[in-house]
């Protein structure tokens, strides 16, 4: 079942980030704030431009998706931006993934997103995600780089 988040649900949604952070090649290099992703999340939920959406089987959370609906830097038309999607490893065969995407898709109509734009930073399962997306209407139209300053102080 696909439903909006509610408060309660955060520190659940907290523990599925850092999941997918550690799991993560990328995402594992930073240090995992539990306070700033809880506050990232409250705040998502505290507007009307924002989007927290969880997957459950049986009551339990087993994944979830955030976006925002914001106007563009340049223009005054709204555009959503997925900020993250992750369903657990062990329900990843189920359809939670495709129907949180499509839930997404049809929040952001009411929205009325010009676009929507999502990425798999991740580097987990980087190509079958894309595909998903693509499968469900997505087209590909960027590549992301990183440079990385690798000392710590």
């Known amino acids: 079942?696909?439903?909006?988040?509610?408060?309660?649900?955060?520190p659940r949604l907290v523990e599925i980030g850092q999941a997918m952070a550690q799991e993560s090649p990328r995402w594992s290099r930073l240090e995992y704030s539990v306070?700033?992703?809880a506050q990232m999340i409250d705040s998502l939920l505290c507007?009307?431009?924002g989007l927290v959406l969880v997957s459950r089987i049986d009551g339990e959370i087993t994944g979830g998706i955030m976006a925002v609906a914001r106007s563009n830097w340049m223009s005054?038309?709204?555009?959503?931006?997925e900020i993250a999607l992750f369903i657990?490893?062990?329900h990843r065969a189920s359809f939670a993934a495709c129907r949180l995407i499509s839930a997404m898709v049809a929040w952001s109509k009411t929205k009325g997103a010009r676009w929507i734009e999502a990425g798999i930073s991740t580097g987990?399962?980087?190509e079958r995600?894309?595909?998903?997306y693509e499968r469900l209407g997505?087209?590909?139209?960027?590549?992301?780089?990183?440079?990385?300053?690798v000392h710590r102080t």
């Open 124 to 126: 987990v399962h980087t």
């Open 35 to 37: 306070e700033k992703v």
């Open 76 to 81: 005054n038309e709204v555009i959503a931006q």
């Open 1 to 10: 079942m696909i439903e909006p988040a509610q408060f309660e649900d955060v």
């Open 88 to 90: 657990l490893p062990e």
């Open 138 to 149: 997505f087209k590909r139209f960027q590549i992301g780089l990183e440079y990385e300053h």
């Open 129 to 132: 995600t894309a595909q998903l």
């Open 47 to 49: 507007t009307s431009d």
